[in-house]
């Protein structure tokens, strides 16, 4: 075995079965680029930052994910089409046959860690076939120092091989693309794939099953931020697409973390460190601070060029819609330090409402935040997909269905203990979508507005507000909000057709009862007279 870079005391990769390869140890960013431009594996932008394309796949792939089924998880897990089960011995054959196709290769390894609470850090090992996948590891998770680094033992291992093709019939996979967790070894293997969220997201499962089992942790997916001057923490739920990293980077207060954290009893934590945003449609006007932060040491993928030169155009999406990138926290200037804040004071549930029938902002009760929370709903917007040619609901339990290991109502009664434990929490379900209108008749309700809203919501204004209730879905909705039209807020009044209007939400209502029945006999009652009214 050949090796550069640092490695420290136990870096032996040996026992993992690698034996030939040439181990490139805990490369710097600087030098993991340099050598993705060698390879022709990426090229800078105008900015500095990497750009590379992530091939075959743009984003992950949900039905190729699976968690081993055995003694640990047969009988904790909630198995279904979220929760694959995947053969132990199937397990163990496709492990050596990635570890034989790495083998006599150039590899790239790092140390790093999840979780910046150190008492529930998770030491991770990331091995990958490409420089930039590791460069994407370095960005994302905790880097370490060399004191750090020269003990350091893994609590797991992620080892992901693009060039590596399943054979479905022999491997136990869907097709030649495969990501298994396995909780007994702590090892998660990625093959047919080089699309670099799998490499986050696994770890990110791994997380939302140990922290809730065995640390009493509300592990969430959402942003988190604490203002600068009453250090009031706020996190921000949400699916992709909905304005989390957007509206969680806020100049006038200090990020925590833009996608994954951990609720203790005492406290907000980050797991990352780094955040992986969305560049659809980017501008330095609209998202200024992560605008900035594409630069040298940030990692673009699959996006385009403007024709002749180097300067990315955002707006161009005709390699995938899930443009992205990927940069450590500190290139954001506004950041908490140690990544860590208080018990929230407010929580956000953000929607994107492309039906146009929710309030732009209502504020729930406990048993109505449970119902939200379990729910998860956001809407494609049409157009997006081939053959979606008006709205189409989705609903992603605590909105991140995908990611979760254990049944959604264990999460969602961990939230209602904390809502109960802290009676002065605001929640407030905020739509980031349309109004006036579905999609193609209204308009995206503005970003300013949202932002003047969630701003109000913060400072405490809102919550001293007069209500109205609104009948079909039961939220409470603020009479007044300073620098919002008035009519925004009530979204029948801004639909000419009231009729048109009723009917829609009427529609949605009948989506959000049908979704829920899979969780109605683990419901509370007081979370079953959350739902929206049909009569």
């Not at 070894?185 to 809730?212: D, H």
């Not at 699959?302 to 955002?314: A, E, M």
Request: aromatic share 10%; with cysteine; net charge negative.
């Amino acid at each position: 075995m050949y090796y550069t870079g640092f490695k420290g005391n136990n870096a032996d990769l040996s026992t993992l079965g690698l034996h030939n390869a040439t181990v490139h140890w805990n490369l710097t960013p600087a030098e993991l680029t340099e050598r993705t431009i060698n390879l022709k594996q990426g090229v800078l932008t105008s900015e500095g930052a990497l750009a590379i394309d992530t091939g075959e796949f743009t984003g992950r792939s949900p039905k190729d994910r699976f968690i081993v089924k055995d003694d640990i998880t047969a009988e904790t897990v909630d198995w279904g089409d979220v929760n694959i089960p995947f053969d132990t011995e199937k397990f163990d054959n496709l492990y050596n046959k990635v570890v034989s196709y790495l083998n006599n290769r150039e590899i790239y390894a790092r140390d790093c860690r999840a979780c910046t609470k150190e008492e529930y850090s998770l030491n991770v090992r990331v091995i990958t076939e490409f420089p930039w996948q590791n460069m994407f590891a370095s960005n994302m998770f905790i880097r370490l120092n060399h004191s750090e680094l020269e003990n350091f033992t893994p609590d797991w291992t992620v080892i992901s091989a693009p060039g590596f093709m399943a054979i479905p019939e022999v491997d136990g996979t869907r097709q030649h693309n495969f990501a298994v967790v396995n909780f007994t070894r702590k090892t998660i293997i990625i093959g047919g794939t080089a699309y670099t969220g799998e490499i986050k997201k696994g770890i990110f499962s791994v997380l939302n099953f140990e922290l809730p089992t065995y640390q009493n942790v509300l592990s969430m997916h959402c942003s988190a931020n604490v203002g600068v001057e009453n250090n009031d923490t706020a996190v921000f739920f949400g699916l992709s697409g909905t304005g989390k990293t957007t509206l969680s980077t806020d100049p006038n207060r200090q990020l925590i973390g833009d996608d994954e954290h951990g609720w203790s009893a005492e406290n907000v934590f980050n797991f990352e460190g780094g955040c992986y945003a969305k560049c659809i449609d980017l501008s330095a006007e609209k998202e200024p601070e992560i605008f900035g932060a594409i630069k040298s040491g940030a990692m673009v993928e699959n996006i385009v060029f403007h024709r002749g030169t180097r300067i990315v155009n955002f707006e161009d999406v005709s390699k995938t819609q899930n443009t992205r990138v990927s940069y450590p926290i500190h290139h954001i200037e506004n950041i908490m330090p140690n990544q860590i804040g208080g018990v929230p004071t407010n929580i956000f549930f953000l929607t994107c409402d492309a039906f146009g029938v929710l309030p732009p902002i209502s504020k729930l009760t406990k048993e109505q935040a449970m119902y939200h929370f379990i729910s998860g709903y956001t809407a494609k917007v049409a157009g997006t997909e081939l053959g979606v040619t008006e709205p189409q609901v989705t609903f992603s339990a605590c909105f991140g269905a995908p990611f979760l290991p254990l049944h959604p109502t264990i999460y969602a009664e961990m939230l209602g203990k904390k809502l109960e434990e802290n009676p002065e929490i605001n929640v407030w379900l905020v739509n980031t979508g349309w109004t006036g209108g579905s999609y193609g008749t209204g308009n995206r309700i503005k970003l300013r507005y949202t932002r003047a809203m969630i701003t109000e919501a913060l400072n405490g204004k809102l919550k001293t507000a007069n209500f109205s209730n609104d009948n079909r879905f039961g939220l409470f909705v603020p009479d007044v909000c300073d620098n919002v039209p008035t009519e925004l807020l009530n979204p029948i009044n801004t639909w000419e057709d009231k009729e048109a209007y009723k009917a829609t939400a009427l529609n949605l209502a009948h989506k959000f009862n049908a979704n829920f029945k899979k969780f109605s006999e683990k419901a509370s009652e007081g979370i079953l007279n959350s739902a929206p009214t049909i009569a």
